[in-house]
């Protein structure tokens, strides 16, 4: 499941939606492990959001897959 977000700033054109993926989706685009994944959140170079208390993290889909 991919989350979408609308982002409400001021564009020319319509907005497009933000698109966010679990860790595991994340682990599975990048081919790594869960672990190396959390990591990365861990030492700050994998911006997240974290949503709940439970420890559901939410990555911007656009920051997950740059090159």
Known sequence: MTYQFHDDG???EPPRPLQFLILQQVADELNTKHSSVRALIA???LPVIQIGGRG???IRK???TAT
Do not use: A, R
Request: aromatic share 8%; hydrophobic share 25%; glycine share 8%.
């Open 10 to 12: 001021q564009h020319d």
């Open 43 to 45: 030492s700050g170079d």
């Open 56 to 58: 559901q993290w939410l």
């Open 62 to 64: 656009n920051v997950s």
